[in-house]
């Protein structure tokens, strides 16, 4: 697994200071300020201060202080995607209302976040494990006591160059609850992941080993009752 990060010897980095920090939390994640109020802010600043100098130059500068900061979640982006039958009019009205928008995050640095997690070492399988009662019978429990982890790290060990490496299953599941937000109209099905070595245990703790991984949009149609025909499926 990867190795977790050294702390550094200052408290705060890599925020100058415990004011610095909180200064930026406000800003970006509390208030989510625009760039050129920022800019504001800081100018404000500067007449404030009897130094002169505020506590960031701009709203770059405090932007690339967060982006340093190694901790925390990873960040989100999106692309947009559309039906390759965009034109085609006599299809269905979700093949040609347009494009829909994924909104994720890069799964490999959440899983890496995952199984890098201190917090689980007492909690997370490192290998496929045999589990057995008092009269000998074999206990299935968490993910990787299970024949398939052991049947796909015997596949894979056929390869030589997989000789050391860790087999990470990948768990993924979508909630059926829609996420609506406000401005726009939009709908999205939360799609999450979690890493099959953590134990049950962890996963079910509302904690870091289950992952929001991506929004995905949901097409719309106009038909009052579901098609079950193969072309709007």
């Known amino acids: 697994p990867p190795i977790p990060n050294t702390p ?12 610095h920090f909180e200064l930026a939390d406000f800003t970006f994640c509390q208030n989510e300020m625009p760039g050129t109020q920022i800019d504001e802010l800081m100018h404000i600043c500067v007449m404030i201060c009897h130094a002169g100098i505020p506590p960031y130059a ?7 202080t967060i982006d340093v900061n190694s901790e925390g979640d990873a960040p989100w982006t999106s692309f947009s995607m559309e039906s390759v039958e965009a034109g ?12 829909y928008e994924v909104v994720f995050c890069d799964p490999q640095v959440l ?49 030589p160059d997989n000789h050391g490496a860790m087999f990470v299953p990948i768990i993924l599941g979508s909630y059926k609850t829609t996420v609506s937000v406000a401005t726009g109209n939009n709908e999205y099905y939360p799609l999450y992941i979690s890493t099959g070595n953590v134990y049950n245990g962890m996963r079910c703790a509302h904690g870091e080993a289950v992952s929001l991984l991506w929004f995905l949009s949901i097409p719309k149609s106009k038909l009052a009752k579901p098609c079950l025909s193969l072309y709007f499926n």
């Open 8 to 19: 550094s010897k200052r408290a705060w980095h890599p925020f100058e200071s415990q004011a």
């Open 58 to 64: 701009n709203h770059e500068h405090l932007y690339r």
């Open 88 to 99: 085609d009019s006599s299809g269905p009205s979700w093949k040609h209302s347009g494009t």
């Open 111 to 159: 899983l890496d976040h995952q199984i890098s997690n201190p917090g689980f070492k007492n909690h997370i399988d490192y290998s496929p494990q045999l589990v057995f009662g008092e009269k000998g019978q074999c206990v299935w429990s968490d993910f990787m006591t299970g024949n398939w982890a052991w049947s796909q790290c015997s596949e894979l060990s056929k390869d």
